[in-house]
């Protein structure tokens, strides 16, 4: 035993079963199974702070009013325990809770990771800012509780009623859900990716209906509540969830646009907690497919002309700290190599025309350019594919990020020197982008919110996109992803 180990005070079972009112601060709690006491040991009123638990096994003690804070506890259980108890900022792996009733507790900043819940009654609890990974809940009664900022990741819900309390600002990523009820009032603040999330029912007056691409019809009904009601940021997530559950592919543009419009008109504190709450979702999504890149740039450029100065100087900082956070994850999952967004969407073609008779030039200029490219930002995957006459046009392919990268580059060298024409043609999942009366500078305005974002050409490839520019009158690209089913186009012009 270690110096250090010596010095920690360990719990020893003296066989009293009133071990109330102790104070058990820092103390280790290890190796011993309660079950086999002569009878439950009662905690009431004990002070758990700062204490580590592990292999222990709890058994129908009592631990109301006691607090557990800043506590960690490991490869443990707790079986038909009464809690009344506060846990804040505690950490829990790998503990089984099994048939315990958690009545009149607070449960706030604590994270759960691999954890299981089997037969849990949680009454006039309250949770707040939890994180529950690859966790599972069975068969647990909640009920006339408030749950708020909860998160959920590679967790199995089963046959759980979420719908007779309140429980909004939930987040899932890659769970599994079977009999799950929720309140569909709340189901605006709620965000889901990675799966499909099937197997959610919700109950609403008496009526249950099963959540999937069937009852798409049930969330734009909610979404229309929800802009009735000015709920701006449950429309704009409904909006989201319609795209995702339903697989419309739509612009997301115009009600974004909209809720950031409304936002901005609310008095201070609500317009704080409503931008707070839309930048959250898109660092949620920026990962996944919930959300088409050209919708996510459009969105972080027009959330960065967002004008700051009303609020207070700390929630100023704070904010632009999350816009910043937002910027470099949208970047990182356009230009990483393993980003998943790039999975679908890795193969962009697109041609660059030049006058015929700067043919040799123009194409060692390209080479030379795609070379530094993919130095900068690794393997961008240029390739001249071939060479069309009448006008010399340049067949090429290479990665969303290379092409946004390429014309960014262009447009910096030569903004006086030639006209650039930069045509979309979207594959079915972005065919509304440039519908609904889109003109040109605001097309020009997503490109250039997106442009923003990107990290600045190096000066050998600024030297080098000179060089295009100098042998063109004109250079048009035009870009389009690889899909069976190109449809929709727009312009974005200089």
């Known amino acids: 035993m270690s110096q250090i180990e010596a010095t920690v005070r360990r719990f020893h079972d003296t066989g009293s079963s009133k071990r109330e009112k102790e104070n058990f601060h820092g103390m280790l709690f290890a190796d011993l199974d309660l079950s086999k006491s002569a009878e439950p040991i009662s905690f009431f ?22 607090d557990f804070i800043d506590a960690y506890i490991s490869n443990s259980s707790f079986t038909g325990c009464q809690f009344g108890t506060d846990f804040l900022n505690t950490y829990f792996d790998c503990v089984a809770f099994k048939d315990n009733v958690e009545d009149t507790c607070t449960i706030a900043q604590c994270v759960y990771n691999k954890c299981t819940f089997r037969g849990e009654a949680f009454r006039n609890t309250t949770f707040r800012s939890c994180r529950f990974i690859e966790c599972l809940f069975e068969d647990c009664n909640f009920e006339m509780n408030t749950a708020d900022e909860l998160t959920f990741e590679s967790s199995d819900i089963r046959r759980i009623d979420f719908s007779n309390m309140t429980a909004l600002n939930f987040a899932f990523s890659n769970c599994k859900f079977q009999g799950m009820r929720i309140d569909p009032d709340y189901l605006g603040t709620y965000l889901f990716k990675g799966v499909a999330p099937q197997g959610i029912n919700y109950c609403y007056r008496g009526e249950e209906l099963r959540l999937d691409a069937e009852y798409t019809e049930a969330l ?12 701006y940021f449950e429309a704009f997530n409904s909006a989201i969830l319609y795209n995702t559950f339903g697989n419309y592919g739509k612009s997301l543009h115009a009600i974004f646009k909209w809720v950031v419009d409304a936002v901005l008109e609310e008095p201070l504190i609500r317009r704080r907690s409503s931008l707070s709450r839309i930048i959250d979702a898109l660092v949620f999504y920026s990962d996944s497919e919930a959300i088409a890149l050209s919708d996510l740039f459009y969105m ?56 015929e008779d700067q043919k040799e030039i123009a194409e060692d200029c390209l080479t030379r350019i795609f070379h530094a490219l993919s130095a900068s930002i690794g393997d961008a995957n240029f390739q001249i ?33 030639i006209k650039i024409a930069l045509e979309f043609r979207f594959s079915a999942k972005y065919m509304h982008l440039l519908k609904s009366a889109r003109t040109t500078d605001q097309v020009a305005k997503v490109y250039n919110n997106a442009k923003s974002l990107m990290t600045p050409p190096t000066k050998d490839v600024y030297n080098l996109s000179n060089e295009v520019a100098k042998v063109a009158k004109e250079l048009r690209i035009v870009a389009q992803c690889s899909d069976d089913n190109r449809q929709g186009s727009g312009h974005i012009v200089d």
């Open 45 to 66: 009123r004990s002070d758990f702070r700062q204490v580590k638990i592990q292999n222990f096994k709890f058994a129908g003690n009592n631990f109301d009013r006691a």
């Open 220 to 231: 734009q009904a909610m979404m229309e509540v929800y802009v009735k009601e000015n709920r």
């Open 300 to 355: 972080v450029g027009l959330l960065g002309e967002v004008p700051l100065n009303s609020f207070p100087l700390t929630e100023r900082l704070e904010m632009e700290s999350r816009l910043s956070f937002l910027k470099e994850l949208t970047k990182e999952s356009l230009l990483s190599p393993d980003s998943p967004r790039l999975a679908n969407e890795r193969e962009i073609c697109f041609e660059v025309i030049v006058d």
């Open 385 to 417: 594919l071939g060479i069309r006459h009448g006008s010399l046009i340049f067949e090429c392919v290479a990665t969303g990020a290379a092409v946004v990268l390429f014309t960014n580059c262009l447009r910096l060298a030569s903004s006086n020197l």
